[in-house]
Structure formats: C-alpha cells, structure tokens
C-alpha cells in the first residue's frame, strides 16, 4: 500500500508530519506520530484542503460533512494550518484557505527547513535571525512577527531544544528587533542555520 508513494514526485510544498515537521517516511524521535505513513498525512491535508478550497465553512462542519473520519491527526493537521495561516479561521467560526498575501509560511530553501523543523542548539541564532529578517521583508509589523515567532518557537519545539541563554521565547525575540528594523537579507545565515538542522535531525 505504501510502495506506490515512493514513486510520487517530490513536490515543493511537502505536507510535513504536524507534530515533528518532518517530510519524509520517517519521523523525528518522539513523534506522536511515528509509524503514520506519508500516505496518511498526506490524505489529511488533503482530506482539509480539498473541500477548502472549494468552500467556506464552518470547522463542525468540515468534521461533520467533509470529514467525517476525523482523526486526532486531522485535529493536528488542521492546528498546524491555521497556526501557520495557511487556513484562516474567521471571527464569525468559517474557515477558509488563506490567500497567497495572507500566508506568511515560506516558499524557498533554507526557511522552508527552519521554518518547519525549527532550530537546534548551535544554530539558533542564525536560524532565529533569518526568520525575523524574512518577516520583516514580507511586510509584518513588529507585532505580526513577535507572534509569529512565538508561535514557530512553540510548534516547533525549538525553545524545547534548549540552548538559550535567555529566560524565555519572548526575552531571545526582543534581541532580535534590530534585525526586523534594518530589513537584512536573509540568505546567509539561513543557509547556515540549514546545514546544521540537516545535520542534527
Ligand atoms: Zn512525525
């Protein structure tokens, strides 16, 4: 049942594992996860997406109508969708897939890594510092960054990590607002960020 998914291109927009991050068969250690095949994690976002992208609807609805296997994976996946605002959920309860300007989550390497897997000791800072300079380039407030930010510390188990000289998420976040204010690029140290997360996970 699984051969046949060995054979599917890769394709740019993986759907990563909504507890490790990770994109291919096998997972992080840990994962709540682990010994779900990518088939399966794939069907969940498809099983979100597809009526998604279609219409706006309510989440007891889209558990109720769509899906109505629903799953604690589905529960996971549908988390990780709205926390990265790839499906944005509406004051009034709908939800709906973002728009292209609406979702903040990477398109290009390295942030595609760290933005998924998060840091590890030995390239926080770099990683932390490519995150901040790609939001700011994208246009968030400080705000916008701030809580994107924490958000990525806590769904990615980056803080969890340990490593951090300061007390908190928020603490490592403040140190990093003169990268947001001067703009830089984020190239450089992403790409080193990158090789050290390949090589730690
Ligand atoms: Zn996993």
Same mark, same amino acid.
């Given at each position: 049942m699984a051969a046949s998914d060995d054979s599917r291109p890769s394709v740019a927009q993986a759907y990563p594992c909504?507890?490790?991050?990770?994109?291919?068969t096998v997972h992080q250690p840990?994962? &709540?996860?682990?010994?779900?095949d990518r088939s399966s994690i794939e069907r969940a976002y498809i099983d979100i997406i597809a009526p998604l992208s279609v219409t706006t609807i309510t989440k007891q609805s889209l558990q109720a109508?769509?899906?109505?296997?629903?799953?604690d994976l589905h529960e996971r996946v549908f988390a990780y969708l709205t926390g990265t605002q790839q499906v944005i959920v509406e004051a009034d309860g709908t939800v709906r897939l973002a728009t292209e300007d609406e979702?903040?989550?990477?398109? &290009?390497e390295p942030l595609i890594t760290i933005y998924r897997q998060g840091t590890y000791p030995g390239c926080h800072d770099n990683g932390i510092f490519a995150l901040v300079a790609y939001f700011s380039n994208m246009g968030l407030s400080w705000q916008e960054t701030k809580s994107q930010m924490l958000d990525w510390f806590n769904r990615t188990g980056t803080w969890d990590r340990g490593g951090f000289e300061e007390d908190s998420p928020e603490e490592v976040i403040e140190q990093k607002r003169h990268v947001w204010a001067e703009g830089y690029g984020w190239q450089r140290m992403g790409n080193q960020a990158k090789s050290e997360i390949k090589r730690r996970s």
């Open positions: 909504p507890d490790c991050g990770s994109v291919y840990g994962c &709540e996860f682990d010994g779900t109508k769509e899906v109505p296997e629903w799953t979702s903040v989550a990477p398109d &290009e």
